[in-house]
């Protein structure tokens, strides 16, 4: 099965990366009341989760992440209609991140082959009709080693987690606190130097969603907020170093594992909806 896909991997990324088409950005915002906005921001959201779904089956060892990125955007484009958002984003020189081991998050795609036991974060944003989608999940190049599938979904559990709390009403200091005690109590650690983040007609805006913090603390959660919740976890200690070309790449100091996922959330009048929910994700359907 692997040289099928490699062999289909090739085929895919033989032609390289197909040109962007240019765009007209909407006016920013982080917050909805009309519907064709709440509309345009589910379409984005399963777009972007799509694309997750889609590259699944080219996560494997021989495949490079510069292909993934390659697969990524001609589909994104060709078949979706819609941008790349991390393309030029502030000079970022690739359409997706892809976060290899101890890459904690904004990995640069490149040519280095993935080998068994790799484990990648894979963070897709893309923009359909000026509105942005951005979610990103672990992804496991050959069978996971227990260490690292047993870090992959105790993050995913400090994701969920945090979700159930998301209402009107709900401040971020209890989402951070929630966050950081889930990845505590199994001893792993909590990045601090990066966050989740309003989304919406805009890549990054506000809110900030730290991933750990005080209960009681913080901004309010309010109907209509479209924003991601990202947790990073190490399993190691939680301070980073940069690298890559204008240290883009957060690797951990330590030179352990990190994991992350992420999903780009609607605030609704009674809780949340889940805008790039993946169809396994049944628990939020």
């Not at 099965?1 to 033989?14: C, G, R, W």
């Amino acid at each position: 099965m692997s040289n099928e896909i490699l062999q289909k991997v090739a085929t895919l990324t033989q032609n390289g990366r197909i040109d962007a088409p240019s765009w007209t950005p909407r006016p920013a915002s982080t917050r909805f009341t009309d519907v064709s906005d709440i509309e345009g921001m589910r379409t984005a959201g399963k777009l972007a989760a799509d694309v997750l779904v889609m590259l699944e089956e080219f996560v494997v060892p021989g495949v490079t992440t510069e292909q993934i990125d390659i697969i990524a955007h001609n589909y994104i484009i060709e078949v979706q209609g819609a941008i790349p958002a991390p393309l030029n984003y502030h000079g970022f020189p690739k359409s997706c991140c892809t976060s290899v081991n101890d890459v904690i998050c904004h990995g640069i795609p490149n040519d280095k082959a993935l080998k068994k036991g790799d484990v990648v974060n894979i963070d897709i944003t893309i923009i359909k009709d000026g509105y942005y989608g951005d979610t990103s999940k672990m992804f496991f190049a050959g069978p996971a080693l227990p260490h690292a599938e047993r870090l992959a979904q105790i993050t995913q559990e400090c994701l969920y987690l945090a979700i159930d709390m998301v209402k009107p009403g709900t401040r971020l200091g209890d989402i951070g606190a929630a966050i950081s005690a889930h990845a505590h109590k199994h001893h792993y650690s909590v990045v601090e130097e990066y966050c989740g983040h309003g989304v919406g007609t805009t890549f990054h805006g506000e809110p900030q969603v730290a991933h750990y913090g005080k209960a009681g603390t913080g901004v309010m959660l309010e109907e209509g907020m479209t924003l991601t919740i990202e947790p990073m976890i190490n399993a190691g200690k939680k301070q980073v170093k940069h690298t890559g070309p204008d240290n883009w790449i957060a690797k951990t100091k330590d030179g352990r594992l990190s994991a992350q996922y992420e999903h780009t959330l609607l605030v609704t009048a009674d809780g949340v909806e889940v805008l790039t929910r993946r169809p396994e994700e049944t628990r939020f359907s």
